[in-house]
């Protein structure tokens, strides 16, 4: 009868469920949810970072952009709808209709055959404007040369000229073959120049923030045979270069 009295009882239901592994495994659970990071507050620490980068670049930057200046061409509606219509084929006729003299068409200049809309500046490029001039064609070689007079037409042709050294007559120093060699090395390296310097308009128009690329001129007339090269313009025949002495 001691024995039995002094025998211990079954364990209550909660005593035994507080020691048993399933309850450790969901106390560890708990723990590790309230110490960890979770991904709502990864997003949370993102959004707020990219919110104050936004608002920093709107009153630090003059074009109040909320990309620190950077403006994608999707986000220019112009630009865009420009994309999805396709690239425009003008000729150049076609091309002289888009001079700024009719309000319901867009202002359009050509470089080297690439067709830029620059209708975002009417002051200059409209009517009445600086370089209004410019418009309605491709003028690439007054780009080059800088007469907006004579200048103003893509053939390119003997251009290169106003970046070679003007010949000495009196220098007798090389033989006719080693000026030929000579010339022949100048005259690559002004063509070579005067490809930076038209490839740096396309550059300046294609990457302005107002201007944007719409298409080709096609259909531009072959120059007629015995045409020959154009001659340079007096200023840039006045700039070119004196040769230095050896």
Known sequence: MSELRQRPGPRSSSSKSEGSPSSKTRKEKRSND??????????????????ASCGLSYYMTSSESLLWGYRPWFTRLPVLMRYLRGPLYLTPDQLSLYNGTDPSLPIYLAVNGSIFDVSANPMMYGPGGSYNFFTGRDATRA??????????????????EMYIPVDDEEDAKLSGR?????????????????????????????????????????????????????????????????????
Request: net charge positive; charged share 35%.
């Open 143 to 160: 780009f080059v040369t800088g007469c907006f007079q004579e200048d103003l037409t893509p053939d390119l042709d003997g251009v290169e």
């Open 178 to 246: 080693e000026r030929k060699i000579r010339r022949e090395r100048e005259t690559r390296e002004a063509r070579a120049m005067v490809r930076a310097q038209v490839q740096h308009w396309e550059n300046f128009f294609r990457n302005h923030k107002k201007y944007f690329e719409v298409g080709k001129v096609v259909g531009v007339p072959p120059k007629a045979a015995g045409e020959g090269k154009r001659e340079l313009c007096e200023a840039a025949k006045r700039n070119r270069p004196k040769r230095k002495a050896d």
């Open 34 to 51: 309230d110490s960890g990071i979770s991904l709502l507050d990864i997003i949370r620490v993102l959004v707020a970072l990219v919110v």
